[in-house]
């Protein structure tokens, strides 16, 4: 069955085709979505949001569209929210300390997932729509038109992306390469 098989069903109530969709796209949504986010647990909270988002806003979908670029537009955008408000969160908590207020904040915990590999390290120093291309086009193998389609810019943009991430890991891989010796 096709996506749009999937979607068709789903438009008709028929649950099944829903779980048929979020079954093909979980591995992959995850992974997008923690490459975006780094961290495994609010990258589980942003697939499951975003699958409902798409359930519920299926009749808004064009079906001449690609359904996986779709979501994954959904999705990246999603993220990309998350990370706003996460840097707004922390813009506030930094306010309040330099004025010497007491606040006490919960850390995130850490993401076992991530520890001990090299990787998580580099993306770390990626922007998050870097993040997002580099993950694309070397792990979905998605071209320049389909970046730029899931992260709402032009093509052009899309390839300035790749290109500022491609450029920030050579230069972290060389900077460590310099720490080890």
């Known amino acids: 069955m096709t996506d749009n098989d999937l979607v068709r069903g789903c438009l008709k109530g028929n649950m099944e085709s829903y779980r048929m969709l979020m079954d093909r796209y979980r591995g992959q949504a ?21 699958f409902l988002k798409a359930f519920q806003n299926l009749d808004g979908f064009d079906l001449g569209r690609s359904f996986k670029n779709w979501f ?80 709402g810019c032009s093509e052009k943009t899309a390839h300035v992306h790749l290109f500022r991430a491609r450029a920030r890991l050579k230069a972290a891989l060389k900077e460590e390469r310099n720490e080890s010796q």
């Open 72 to 151: 994954y537009a959904l999705l990246s955008h999603h993220c990309l929210d998350q990370i706003r408000k996460r840097k707004r969160f922390n813009l506030f908590i930094g306010r309040l300390q330099s004025q010497e207020r007491v606040v006490s904040a919960v850390p995130a915990a850490p993401n076992p997932g991530l520890q001990g590999s090299l990787e998580p390290r580099l993306l770390s120093r990626l922007r998050p729509k870097e993040r997002t291309a580099i993950y694309l086009w070397s792990q979905e193998g998605y071209s320049g038109a389909e970046i730029a389609a899931v992260l």
């Open 30 to 50: 995850l992974a997008l979505a923690l490459n975006i986010l780094a961290n495994y647990q609010d990258a589980e909270d942003a697939c499951q949001e975003v």
